[in-house]
């Protein structure tokens, strides 16, 4: 009988940065993003009073990294990927004006030309439908509902870079490049 050896291992360390002030009662949850991985968190930690945080233990592969506040809300995420080379991440704290948690995704500033585009109806569809297939982990259906909106609106910004992100996830890295200088010449 063949003895299977154990799957390798490692440790994913990272830092929140950005936070007026580091609260220890966050939780930080790292999410396996790889076809057939369910919603749930693989691992869930609480930083230190430095921001510093950890998960042992970790398969080599793709996550998502979230920061859940006190009020159970999304307050960062960043995508991480995991091999005994990785380099600590750095999970940037967003917070939108009022003192409220910015929405996953938002950023701090957003251009004149991004403002005055207003994508057609059939390709914020598009855009809608492969946003619930990327969130259900149903990753082909969701790259041709990107396809489908771009086609529809070649300046849908928000596609292509979600796009671009989608072939990261799916180490697609070479096509990621691509399109995420296309979505980056799109907002230049």
């Not at 080599?60 to 080379?85: F, H, T």
């Not at 041709?144 to 989608?166: H, I, M, Q, S, T």
């Amino acid at each position: 009988m063949a003895q299977q050896l154990p799957a390798q291992t490692t440790t994913l360390r990272g830092e929140i940065t950005g936070a007026p002030a580091i609260e220890t009662r966050w939780q930080v949850e790292a999410r396996a993003i790889s076809p057939g991985a369910s919603h749930e968190p693989t691992q869930r930690t609480f930083p230190d009073i430095n921001g510093q945080f950890s998960f042992p233990g970790l398969r080599a592969g793709n996550y998502e990294v979230v920061l859940i506040g006190l009020d159970q809300r999304q307050s960062a995420q960043a995508l991480a990927q995991v091999s005994e080379y990785a380099a600590p991440l750095q999970l940037r704290y967003r917070e939108a004006p009022g003192g409220k948690v910015a929405a996953p995704g938002l950023a701090a500033s957003v251009s004149m030309k991004r403002l005055q585009h207003q994508a057609p109806k059939a390709a914020r569809k598009a855009y809608q439908k492969a946003r619930k297939h990327r969130d259900a982990k149903r990753f082909s259906e969701a790259e041709a509902g990107y396809r489908a909106a771009l086609k529809a609106d070649p300046e849908y910004l928000e596609a292509a870079n979600d796009l671009g992100v989608l072939y990261y996830i799916t180490a697609r890295y070479a096509d990621s490049v691509t399109v995420l200088e296309q979505a980056r010449q799109l907002d230049a």
